[in-house]
């Protein structure tokens, strides 16, 4: 069974860093895609950023586009994908989720294409 954890989480002052890790565990395929979203009170869980398992191709919303920068290294049954967050803003605070969905012959940060999800992890970013 497919699990994923999160952890990196914390409170950063405005302009930080904070890198958030997803450790996926429990895999038995070899093309799949991680993404990695977020939720803020009172609204919709939004995609920020994924990455493929074979072409390592990566995808970013506009709104952390040049601030975040998503990686993997995996094994066959595991894999680790990092979230560096450079610049944090307020308006970056919300649970993070990572999410992993098989197949990757597109990148997506549409949240209904995944199939496995994470605990989350609380950033906050004070101004």
């Known amino acids: 069974e497919v699990q994923l954890v999160e952890s990196g989480g914390g409170l950063v002052q405005a302009g930080g860093s904070l890198r958030l890790s997803c450790v996926a565990s429990g895999l038995s395929l070899d093309d799949y895609g991680v993404g990695w979203f977020r939720q803020a009170p009172g609204k919709e869980r939004e995609g920020v950023s994924c990455?493929?398992?074979?072409?390592?191709?990566?995808?970013?919303a506009d709104s952390v586009e040049d601030r975040f920068t998503i990686s993997m290294s995996r094994t066959v049954t595991k894999a680790t994908v990092y979230l560096q967050m450079n610049g944090l803003k307020p308006e970056d605070s919300a649970v993070y989720y990572c999410a992993l969905r098989p197949g990757s012959d597109w990148d997506s940060l549409n949240r209904n294409d995944y199939r496995y999800w994470g605990q989350g992890t609380q950033v906050t970013v004070s101004s």
């Open positions: 990455i493929s398992s074979r072409s390592r191709s990566t995808l970013y």
